[in-house]
């Protein structure tokens, strides 16, 4: 029996809450004649601070009502779900759910492209608290570079300052400045630093300033929507089953005026939200 339609659709992007929006935004400008439904899970964020369980739990529920909406592709634009749930929502769920369906992550592909960006061998990972537990990135990179040393430093108070709109506050230094001093202090030789959560490219010109210019600071955005054009280039049935009429919807599971308010501090743009449930 047949779960989903097989009618082309949207691309899904799924976050727990705001910050998938500055990948959304990269992909949007590098393709957009595509139609893109945004899944924020604003009720339950942070993800962060969740068990794998748990995590891959609420992060399944949205996938399968982003397919549910028709969705053949769905990209999950937040490091915490990749880390803990995309490897098992790919292995066991997807071949039961509809094997033709695709979900992807944020991690590998940013990973790729570390190669030619470290020179010195030597890797730092800014990150929630729990995509620098679950060590994502450390057996990433090892599969590729297993050269590269990394080194990654949990910034929790980081998606509350963007989330707050504090960001270019002078209080955010702090924060900014004390867990860079920490990370660089770990090992002094990092020559690149993944911001490895997406609320992180709002900070990305504080911490510019504690950093010496030589360091490469790595948003996903930009290598993620690459990354995403490069697989519909390559996959023409899954290019195929994506609709193409420019258009963006946006669902989230708590207000729609508080998502609203806060869509506009990473897109620039006032965009209209519906409330839906998981």
């Known amino acids: 029996m047949r779960l989903y339609s097989d009618k082309p659709g949207a691309i899904g992007i799924f976050d727990s809450g705001y910050g998938g929006l500055t990948i959304f935004e990269?992909?949007?400008?590098?393709?957009p004649e595509y139609d893109y439904i945004y899944l924020g899970d604003n009720a339950r964020t942070p993800y962060g601070t969740r068990s794998f369980d748990v995590v891959y739990e609420f992060t399944l529920q949205s996938v399968k009502k982003l397919f549910e909406m028709g969705c053949h592709l769905v990209i999950l634009a937040y490091n915490t779900a990749s880390a803990k749930a995309l490897r098992t929502i790919q292995?066991?769920?997807?071949?039961a759910l509809d094997k033709n369906r695709r979900v992807l992550g944020v991690i590998r592909p940013t990973v790729e492209v570390l190669g030619d960006l470290t020179k010195t061998r030597h890797v730092g990972i800014f990150g929630t608290t729990g995509t620098i537990r679950s060590k994502s990135y450390v057996m990433e990179i090892h599969k590729l570079f297993p050269d590269?040393?990394?080194?990654?430093?949990?910034?929790?108070?980081?998606?509350?300052?963007?989330?707050?709109?504090e960001y270019k506050s002078e209080g955010a230094d702090y924060f900014v400045k004390k867990n860079v001093n920490h990370l660089l202090h770990?090992?002094?030789?990092?020559?690149?630093?993944?911001?490895?959560?997406?609320?992180?490219?709002?900070?990305?010109?504080?911490i510019r300033q504690f950093v010496n210019q030589d360091i490469a600071i790595i948003s996903q955005g930009e290598i993620v929507a690459q990354s995403l054009k490069k697989y519909l280039q390559n996959h023409p049935e899954m290019d195929a089953k994506?609709?193409?009429?420019?258009?963006r919807t946006f669902y989230t599971t708590e207000s729609e005026a508080k998502f609203a308010k806060s869509a506009s501090v990473f897109l620039n743009d006032n965009v209209k939200v519906q409330r839906i449930s998981l």
């Open 91 to 95: 292995q066991n769920d997807l071949p």
């Open 242 to 247: 994506c609709t193409k009429n420019g258009t």
């Open 26 to 31: 990269k992909i949007t400008q590098h393709l």
């Open 186 to 206: 770990a090992d002094p030789n990092i020559d690149a630093l993944i911001l490895a959560c997406t609320h992180y490219p709002l900070l990305a010109d504080k």
């Open 148 to 165: 590269i040393r990394v080194t990654g430093e949990a910034c929790p108070m980081w998606v509350p300052l963007v989330e707050n709109e």
